[in-house]
């Protein structure tokens, strides 16, 4: 949590038998005399929603909409699923406050990242993502980020997981930072404030 200082006049107290009258409270304003409160504001949070399966986006999806309906600012990178010739110049925008961003590829990245000519323009492509992810984040321009599959882009060699890292642990304060995926490492589980597991068969 955060605090701001607001000012605050102190309590008057009531005066005792014999004692002289109070000064008048323009007097005791201007007197330069105030007390000073802590009022306690929302900080943003890094949350995790992980499965070990490809399940845990739906519900952060209906989230970030809701944000968005509500006049936030909001950014979802989806770094492995493609196949709808998208990447950034041509993201959705929902609501007028929600951007849908995905990399320019043919298809969901499932596999190791190879070393061949398509498998570098597939880099190319998440690579694009991420970097905008990164500098609106950084640039505060945001009040929520989802981040879709990060871990999972990061086990599979798409992203550098020492630069995730670093990049989280800049973020600004104010800024909500949802991490989704069925692969997640453990620094980033540590870093978290709050944890949200999918199972099946309970």
Known sequence: ???SLIKHQPRQEPPRRGA?????????RSSGARSLRLV??????LQIHTAPFRGSFSGVFSQALRSAGLGSRVLISQFL????DQGLERSLWLCGRLQWLRPAVVGCLVEPLGAGEAELDDL????EVWTYS??????GQLDQLVLDELGLAVELGYLDAEEVLATLERRP???DVILTGPAMPAALLAMADQVTQLRRGF
């Open 1 to 3: 949590m955060t605090a």
């Open 134 to 139: 990164r500098e609106q984040l950084l640039a």
């Open 40 to 45: 306690a504001q929302q900080e943003g949070l």
């Open 173 to 175: 304060s104010h800024v």
């Open 81 to 84: 699923k493609g196949g709808v």
């Open 20 to 28: 002289a009258p109070a000064r008048p409270a323009a007097a005791s």
């Open 124 to 127: 190319a492509a998440v690579q």
